[in-house]
C-alpha cells in the first residue's frame, strides 16, 4: 500500500476517534455507559492519543528521512555512473595485461642462473623475453588512451607513485633496446643470443617485475575504493 494511503487512513481513523467522543467528553455526565466514561477519563484519553499522534508522527519522520536518504544515495550512484564505468573498463584490461607482462619476465628471469647470468639462449627463452618486451611497451603506450586519461583524476598519491615508478623501469628498458620495433618480430623466431641483449637487462627486468606486481596490488585496492566492492580476481 502507497505511503500517502496509509497516512490516509490513519487521519481517517483519528478523525473518527476524536468526533465519537468529542460529544460525550462536552455533554457526558450523569448519563451512564460510555458517555459517563469519556466524561471522567477525557484527560487520560486526550494524554493517551497525544502520545499516539506524537508516535505516528515519529514514524512518518523517519520514514521521510529514510526516502530523502535513498534518493540521495540514487542520485549519488547516478552522477558517479560514468566515473564508474571508465573504471570498469579500466580494470577489465589493465591488471591482465600488468601479470602477463610479470609472467613472462620471470618466465625469462628463471632461465636464468642464480648470479643473474644470461641464460642458455633458445627459442624458448627469446619468445618469454620478445612477449615481456612487448608487453611492457605496449601497457605504457596504453597510459595514453581515452580509458586510462578518464580514470587518472581520481588516482590516489599510492596509485600516482606506482605508476610513476612503473613508467621510469619501462623507459629504463627501452633505453636498452633498438629503436627499430622489428627486432621482436624475429626475437620470436631465433634461437640466438640477441645482438642488443646487455647484461642490465637482467637486473631491470627484475625490478620491473616487482614494480608491476606492486601497481597491480595498487590498481585493485584503487579500484574496490572507487567501486566499493571487492576488487577483481585476477
Not at 159 to 179: A, C, H, R, Y
Amino acid at each position: 500500500m502507497p505511503g500517502h494511503a496509509k497516512s490516509a487512513i490513519i487521519v481517517f481513523v483519528c478523525l473518527m476517534t476524536v468526533m465519537s467522543i468529542l460529544p460525550p467528553a462536552l455533554f457526558g455526565g450523569v448519563r451512564g455507559g460510555a458517555w459517563k466514561f469519556v466524561a471522567e477519563y477525557q484527560t487520560l484519553i486526550a494524554g493517551a492519543m497525544a502520545v499516539a499522534a506524537a508516535l505516528l508522527t515519529i514514524r512518518q519522520m523517519r520514514a521521510t528521512d529514510r526516502m530523502q536518504i535513498a534518493n540521495h544515495e540514487r542520485q549519488i550512484n547516478i552522477a558517479t555512473l560514468p566515473t564508474k564505468l571508465a573504471i570498469s573498463k579500466l580494470m577489465g584490461s589493465l591488471p591482465r595485461a600488468l601479470k602477463h607482462c610479470s609472467e613472462k619476465a620471470s618466465e625469462f628471469l628463471d632461465l636464468c642462473d642464480d648470479q643473474g647470468r644470461e641464460p642458455i639462449w633458445n627459442q624458448k627463452a627469446n619468445f618469454a623475453l620478445g612477449m615481456s618486451i612487448y608487453g611492457y611497451r605496449h601497457v605504457l603506450t596504453s597510459f595514453n588512451d581515452i580509458r586510462f586519461a578518464a580514470c587518472a583524476p581520481y588516482f590516489t598519491a599510492d596509485l600516482d607513485g606506482e605508476i610513476s615508478e612503473f613508467t621510469q623501469w619501462v623507459e629504463t628498458l627501452n633505453l636498452t633496446l633498438p629503436e627499430d620495433a622489428a627486432f621482436i618480430a624475429k626475437l620470436f623466431h631465433s634461437d640466438d643470443r640477441p645482438e642488443w641483449f646487455a647484461d642490465i637487462m637482467i637486473p631491470v627486468l627484475s625490478d620491473l617485475a616487482a614494480s608491476t606486481e606492486n601497481l597491480n596490488i595498487a590498481l585493485e585496492q584503487w579500484s574496490g575504493l572507487m567501486l566499493d566492492i571487492p576488487p577483481p580476481v585476477l
